[in-house]
């Protein structure tokens, strides 16, 4: 059973910034789709970046291309979420998630793709 722990969410004022870390139980996070999602109140959770292999093979929502970025530390079994020019939409639980086994091609973004997830960090941007 894989586990994550996200943290690193808060409370931001409008323009500022946030690097969420979601530390997995997994060896070789190298080898798995890594993904960050988020979901607003009434909203659907959509996923806000994923990365694939190395740091290079990533993918982003268009709302968040140029604020966001993803990337991970191997040696720590831990990805993160730079997240900058913070705007008051951006506010949301935001879940780390793992897909189902090492080897994928491509990157995932859909929810359902996913299998391990973690609990969640409340980030909440302030106008």
């Known amino acids: 059973q894989v586990q994550l722990v996200e943290s690193g969410g808060g409370l931001v004022q409008a323009g500022g910034s946030l690097r969420l870390s979601c530390a997995a139980s997994?060896?070789?996070?190298?080898?798995?789709?890594m993904g960050w999602f988020r979901q607003a109140p009434g909203k659907e959770r959509e996923c806000v970046a994923a990365?694939?292999?190395?740091?290079?093979?990533?993918n982003y929502a268009d709302s968040v291309k140029g604020r966001f970025t993803i990337s991970r530390d191997n040696a720590k079994n831990t990805v993160y979420l730079q997240i900058n020019s913070q705007q008051p939409e951006d506010t949301a639980v935001y879940y780390c998630?793992?897909?189902?086994?090492?080897?994928?091609?491509?990157?995932?973004?859909?929810?359902?793709?996913?299998?391990?997830w973690g609990q969640g960090t409340q980030v909440t941007v302030s106008s």
């Open positions: 998630a793992v897909a189902p086994a090492p080897g994928y091609s491509r990157v995932l973004v859909h929810s359902t793709e996913y299998k391990y």
């Open positions: 997994i060896r070789t996070v190298s080898s798995y789709v």
């Open positions: 990365i694939i292999g190395s740091d290079i093979n990533t």
